[in-house]
């Protein structure tokens, strides 16, 4: 091989996203000495010619190797004065509820950059409207990381919709930070590491609790369970088998909805004529408020749990009847602003003066602010840990190592801890019941095993 040919490749080499003044230093020595070095092999001919100069070049590249600094790369869309974020949220279509929960983590971080934003950085954090359908959100998605270059995902919402994205961003190995959804499958850290649930407890936990509640209350009970068809609905299905175990088949029956059903009466009334005492509504909030109705207008009374997601008394109790809510079991692990218990707490008394401030107008009553609030904390604390290093790798170390945590927001006794082998934030529940004016915790804090 001629010198040009050496010439070419480290041409070639150039074209690398290292710049070619950074190779200058470290390979102009090594290459005036392979020039000495290739005259004095000049009359080696055939193989063992082509043999050394392959040597020779290998060592050329090692040295400059060698020589460049290894420095941590910070992610896309984070300068001197900014970290990009992004975020999927259904502010229209029938998923519209959940969007106050965007609305709080954007208010939170406006409260952040107005206070100089985390080590001289404003957060942009890109909140994008998906509509709650799985194509949007895979859409979207894609053009927050490929066209408005964002760091990392954050906060989006859905378990079918983060399940649609889920597997192109742990390919490419880009944080899904915090996203809003109890699906049991994203503690599977193997499966996508890169992925990792927000400041809410498991489905799969609400469900124990409502089973074992349940079963101290009728040791023989006869339970139905009416859930959305998919893991949103088939974790709470699961829960309720941990507890039941081989007595599941005989204790439960169960019915399934779609998302663009227009009604869930049918299944309620089937429900009622089986005989069951005790029922366990996994549904979002507008069929919840389908299911109170007509288990009122059937002049039912069993036994009557509400997914936690589904407990909001603006969005939920008033238009069903607040009367016809009355005795309603649920759980949480958030503070109540209807809590007297809290009345003088200084997180509470920090979220009001928030609210008032970032969120006017907005009904304190919907427990989506409350977890807003406290999901934008978290993703504020992985930032200060991460320092300047703000690559996607430490990121997500950062964000599977918090300790102790203890947000504004969150019940009394609740810490948040995560681990790289243990990716739930939130691992505790309590019991509520709806008196007709607020929800009133009762028993103790329920921990996941």
Same mark, same amino acid.
């Given at each position: 091989m001629r010198g040009s040919g050496f010439i070419a490749l480290l041409g070639g080499a150039t074209a690398h996203p290292i710049a070619?003044?950074?190779?200058?230093?470290? #390979?102009?020595?090594?290459?005036?000495?392979?020039?000495h070095r290739t005259k004095a092999t000049r009359h080696i001919e055939g193989e063992r010619g082509h043999a050394v100069l392959r040597i020779l070049f290998g060592s050329l590249l090692l040295s400059g190797a060698m020589a460049m600094p290894a420095?941590?790369?910070n992610a896309p869309g984070v300068t001197d004065s900014e970290i990009k974020i992004g975020q999927t949220m259904p502010y229209t279509g029938p998923g519209a509820w959940l969007s106050s929960i965007g609305l709080a983590e954007k208010a939170y971080v406006q409260m952040i950059n107005d206070q100089g934003g985390i080590n001289g950085r404003k957060i942009n954090l890109i909140s994008v409207d998906d509509g709650f359908l799985t194509w949007r959100t895979g859409n979207e998605t894609r053009?927050?990381?490929?066209?408005?270059? #964002?760091?990392?995902?954050f906060g989006s919402i859905g378990t079918p919709t983060q399940l649609e994205v889920a597997k192109y961003l742990n390919e490419r190995k880009i944080p899904q930070l915090f996203i809003v959804s109890g699906a049991y499958r994203w503690g599977n850290y193997k499966a996508t590491p890169y992925t990792i649930p927000g400041m809410l407890p498991s489905y799969r936990l609400a469900a124990r609790l409502y089973a074992g509640y349940i079963l101290k209350q009728d040791p023989n009970p006869k339970i139905c369970i009416l859930h959305e068809n998919t893991d949103f609905g088939r974790?709470?299905?699961?829960?309720?088998?941990?507890?039941l175990g081989d007595k599941y088949a005989a204790t439960v029956r169960e019915a399934t909805y779609e998302f663009t059903d227009a009604s869930i009466d049918r299944q309620i009334i089937e429900f009622k004529a089986t005989g069951c005492n005790a029922l366990i509504a996994i549904t979002l909030p507008p069929f919840a408020v389908q299911a109170i109705r007509k288990v009122r207008d059937l002049g039912w009374k069993p036994i009557f749990f509400m997914s936690n997601i589904s407990v909001s008394i603006p969005i939920v109790l008033q238009p069903a009847g607040l009367e016809s809510s009355v005795g309603l079991l649920s759980s949480t692990w958030v503070k109540d602003p209807l809590d007297p218990a809290f009345e003088n707490d200084p997180g509470m008394k920090d979220w009001r003066a928030w609210m008032s401030k970032y969120l006017p107008g907005e009904d304190v009553r919907r427990p989506s602010f409350a977890y807003g609030y406290n999901s934008a904390a978290a993703l504020i604390q992985v930032l200060k840990q991460a320092g300047n290093d703000l690559s996607r790798e430490n990121i997500m170390r950062q964000a599977t190592n918090l300790r102790d945590l203890e947000l504004p927001m969150l019940l009394p006794g609740i810490k948040v801890?995560?681990?790289?082998?243990?990716?739930?934030?939130?691992q505790q529940l309590q019991l509520t019941r709806f008196d007709g004016k607020r929800w009133v915790r009762f028993g103790d804090l329920v921990y996941d095993e």
């Amino acid at each position: 091989m001629r010198g040009s040919g050496f010439i070419a490749l480290l041409g070639g080499a150039t074209a690398h996203p290292i710049a070619a003044s950074a190779w200058q230093p470290a #390979v102009c020595e090594p290459l005036r000495a392979l020039r000495h070095r290739t005259k004095a092999t000049r009359h080696i001919e055939g193989e063992r010619g082509h043999a050394v100069l392959r040597i020779l070049f290998g060592s050329l590249l090692l040295s400059g190797a060698m020589a460049m600094p290894a420095a941590a790369q910070n992610a896309p869309g984070v300068t001197d004065s900014e970290i990009k974020i992004g975020q999927t949220m259904p502010y229209t279509g029938p998923g519209a509820w959940l969007s106050s929960i965007g609305l709080a983590e954007k208010a939170y971080v406006q409260m952040i950059n107005d206070q100089g934003g985390i080590n001289g950085r404003k957060i942009n954090l890109i909140s994008v409207d998906d509509g709650f359908l799985t194509w949007r959100t895979g859409n979207e998605t894609r053009k927050l990381i490929e066209v408005d270059h #964002v760091a990392f995902t954050f906060g989006s919402i859905g378990t079918p919709t983060q399940l649609e994205v889920a597997k192109y961003l742990n390919e490419r190995k880009i944080p899904q930070l915090f996203i809003v959804s109890g699906a049991y499958r994203w503690g599977n850290y193997k499966a996508t590491p890169y992925t990792i649930p927000g400041m809410l407890p498991s489905y799969r936990l609400a469900a124990r609790l409502y089973a074992g509640y349940i079963l101290k209350q009728d040791p023989n009970p006869k339970i139905c369970i009416l859930h959305e068809n998919t893991d949103f609905g088939r974790d709470y299905t699961a829960g309720v088998r941990d507890v039941l175990g081989d007595k599941y088949a005989a204790t439960v029956r169960e019915a399934t909805y779609e998302f663009t059903d227009a009604s869930i009466d049918r299944q309620i009334i089937e429900f009622k004529a089986t005989g069951c005492n005790a029922l366990i509504a996994i549904t979002l909030p507008p069929f919840a408020v389908q299911a109170i109705r007509k288990v009122r207008d059937l002049g039912w009374k069993p036994i009557f749990f509400m997914s936690n997601i589904s407990v909001s008394i603006p969005i939920v109790l008033q238009p069903a009847g607040l009367e016809s809510s009355v005795g309603l079991l649920s759980s949480t692990w958030v503070k109540d602003p209807l809590d007297p218990a809290f009345e003088n707490d200084p997180g509470m008394k920090d979220w009001r003066a928030w609210m008032s401030k970032y969120l006017p107008g907005e009904d304190v009553r919907r427990p989506s602010f409350a977890y807003g609030y406290n999901s934008a904390a978290a993703l504020i604390q992985v930032l200060k840990q991460a320092g300047n290093d703000l690559s996607r790798e430490n990121i997500m170390r950062q964000a599977t190592n918090l300790r102790d945590l203890e947000l504004p927001m969150l019940l009394p006794g609740i810490k948040v801890n995560t681990s790289p082998t243990d990716y739930w934030a939130v691992q505790q529940l309590q019991l509520t019941r709806f008196d007709g004016k607020r929800w009133v915790r009762f028993g103790d804090l329920v921990y996941d095993e």
